[in-house]
């Protein structure tokens, strides 16, 4: 592994830098690597921001962002800056199936590979990890890493605190998880010191859907929603006709599993949605409750004790009645 002495003297002068993260990136996932790429560029750092996927609309805001790269838009571009790069950022993932086929690009690429996450279980690929499962978002670790590691505080200016600030917020569930320490607020206050509009971000990303979606979201509520009282769980389960019928387009079905998790009494909600070819499941919790457990043990994925996801290849029937056949094995931690 890369010590940090050597980063900081290769990143001392410009080089040529890929930042990337998850597919389908979120606003931990896009605030982080715009905030990174957003310092870089004030120390001359040729640096460009690849995203596997599209994201959320309500994400292209944010500083820098019109300088991002989608792989699947921009294949052959990013396939050359990936392998002529000298160092290559993976922010807010660990292992490299989690930017699909980006991942074997970056796996062949000479480049050296800085880890920045916080996520359970990292693999094997990087070169210099900064990495804390403690951490309530990689944007936080983002800040920490320009700040503390790097010394450059002076260097958080409001187009980098703008973007650090969205990822500490989003994955921190407007900062209302138990990982949102005082640590956290006095990040988010610096940040706010250096720029960041706490209130105006705030609408951009929550209070910016289109009438459809809001739609949608009534039509998860009123006909999609099922509470199973004796397991304190709530299902959302959606057909693809759903997304169709509701011109759902990325973005549209994040933090619905919110709202059932909402109701007093559950402590776990479900949203399963079936895509063309898979379902896919997020898990929210509350409490001690570990929703990675079941996405792990049951639906090849993973995540965050109150926070995670899965997927299945099965119908989404089948998957809905296999959640409902879990449930009594966690019975007792759910009722408590």
Known sequence: MLDTASLVNLLAQPKKIVITTHHKPDGDAMGSSLGLYNYLIQLGHHAKVITPTDYPHFLSWMPGNEEVI?????????????????????????????????????????????????????????????????????AQLVYTFITDVLHHKELVNADVATCLYTGIMTDSASFRLPNTTSAVHRIAADLIDAGAVNWRIHELVYNNASENRVRFLGHCLVNRLQVYNEYNTAVIAVTHDDLEKYDVITGDTEGIVN????????????????????VKLSLRSKGDFPANDICKKYFSGGGHRNAAGGVSTDSLEEVVNQFKLILPKYKNLLIQ
Not at 70 to 88: F, G, R
Not at 263 to 271: E, K, M, P, Q, T
């Open 259 to 278: 709202y059932a998790l909402a109701i007093s009494n559950v402590r776990l909600a479900v949203f399963i949605v079936e895509r063309k070819d898979k």
């Open 70 to 138: 989608i792989y699947t838009d921009h294949t052959e571009q990013s396939n050359t800056l990936i392998a002529d790069a000298d160092i290559i950022f993976c922010l807010d993932f660990n292992a490299l199936n989690r930017i699909n086929e980006m991942g074997e690009k970056v796996g062949e690429s000479a480049a050296l590979k800085v880890m920045i996450d916080h996520h359970l279980e990292p693999a094997d690929f990087d070169d210099y990890r900064y990495w804390n499962i403690n951490a309530c978002a990689t």
